[in-house]
């Protein structure tokens, strides 16, 4: 990894949203081959941050993506990079068509499809309808296609969010690849699982502000007595009941698998299913993670 060379530079960023500051005087570099984790709760600025990078929204500061400036330079910034959202949307088209479409508007040679099916392990999914693929294997998919033009640089907006326990072991795995191989990555994470497995450092966003710069291991010693708790409730009741936890003071949203996640001490856990209960919501299952307050 180089210590001198920097791949993203993000100097006083700063984003308004009318009066409302989302972000201001963020600063910090990303040498090739580092992984920074952005880090924060829901509102902090991590998918603002990562959005501004892309150029997708204006801002005032600067950033620069492998020495291009993102607002005077914007495409040859965004050649330099590899998007994955936290839920991609497909054409109804197969695996294989879905590829071969990005690789023409990336033009990108065709071989290159084969090859990275291959890297994600989808070669035994290559003909399926992209709808009819699980949530672990959409991300997959929304992996390859970034990397189709072989960017140095990966940005990721919670990138396994949405998937369950095996999916996000094995997803974390090929990022893991990438990241040993020589990727700056720079992802937006509620997941203490994800900081350990790939982040060299972690950008801590707080009230719109940088607060600091911290190891993964230091961010694990201050989340040691936190829990996500994941909590399936009817689909009827799921709005009202985030609203009900969200309401009393809870960490609380829903997900893309239909469930409520609400995030608290351990020694709490019990506040949160009483407090549903009082709300006349039922609870029908809950799984319990170590994960970010």
């Known amino acids: 990894m180089s210590t001198d060379k920097i791949s993203v530079r ?18 910090f570099n990303a040498h090739p081959g580092q992984a ?5 709760p829901n509102g902090a600025g991590k998918t603002t941050l990562l959005k501004a990078m892309l150029g997708l929204v204006d801002f005032k500061g600067k950033i620069e993506i492998e020495g291009y400036d993102v607002a005077r330079a914007g495409k040859s910034a965004r050649r330099q990079i590899g998007y994955v959202p936290q839920e991609a949307l497909f054409y109804d088209l197969s695996v294989q068509a879905t590829m071969e479409f990005y690789a023409r508007l990336k033009k990108v040679e065709r071989a290159r499809v084969a090859s990275l099916i291959n890297r994600v392990d989808l070669t035994d999914h ?35 969010a949405n998937l369950d326990a095996k999916a996000r072991s094995d997803y974390l795995s090929l ?13 937006a994470s509620h997941r203490i699982e994800e ?22 291991e230091e961010l694990r010693a201050r989340l040691a007595s936190n829990i996500e708790m994941v909590l399936w409730v009817n689909e009827a009741q799921r ?3 985030q609203a009900c936890l969200s309401d009393k003071g809870l960490d609380s949203h829903l997900n893309g698998r239909g469930t409520v996640i609400v995030r ?25 993670e170590s994960v970010a307050a």
């Open 10 to 27: 993000v100097d006083n960023f700063i984003k308004r949203y009318g009066k409302v500051i989302a972000l201001e005087g963020v600063s």
């Open 36 to 40: 920074i984790a952005l880090w924060g």
């Open 126 to 160: 290559a003909n399926k309808p992209v709808p009819a693929l699980s949530g672990g294997l959409k991300q997959r998919l929304a992996l390859a296609v970034a990397l189709l033009a072989d960017p140095p640089v990966l940005l990721l907006d919670e990138p396994t």
């Open 175 to 187: 990022l893991a690849a990438l990241h040993h191989e020589g990727k700056t990555i720079i992802f």
């Open 195 to 216: 900081v350990e497995t790939l982040a060299d450092h972690v950008l801590m966003l707080d009230h719109g502000k940088l607060s600091e710069t911290i190891s993964p």
């Open 239 to 241: 709005a009202f009941a």
């Open 264 to 288: 608290i001490r351990s020694e709490q856990k019990m506040r949160a299913l009483n407090l549903l209960n009082e709300c006349g919501v039922t609870v029908q299952n809950f799984e319990i």
